[in-house]
């Protein structure tokens, strides 16, 4: 989607401190940290949101969820923890209309839900 944030940082028409990156996803800190450790972890093609997932873009969405663990190897988050969010639609906190993932950590969370 040419005019899709997302899409500009995945092609390198937007730059980014990028964290981790592979042929089908990349990695970069998040502008409004949250936490010490604010990653989004984002599919390299225009997904919607989780409600647009299916059988041609799901290798996409496997290899975000392989580059969360990598994420949190990179950042030095994975022994302690950390969360995990992909808000979907307005009602559902999504502000980006392209499919990301939080990786969120750092600090203790709690069991409060983050915005």
Partial sequence: MQDCLFC???SKQISSKIIYENDFVIAFNDINPVAPVHVLVIPKIHI???NNIGKENEKYVLECIKA??????ITGICDD????ISNTGENGGQVIPHLHFHVIGGKNLGAKIVN
């Fill in 68 to 73: 969360i663990k990598e994420v949190a190897k």
């Fill in 48 to 50: 919607k949101d989780l």
């Fill in 8 to 10: 500009k940082i995945a």
């Fill in 81 to 84: 923890g950390y969360r995990v």
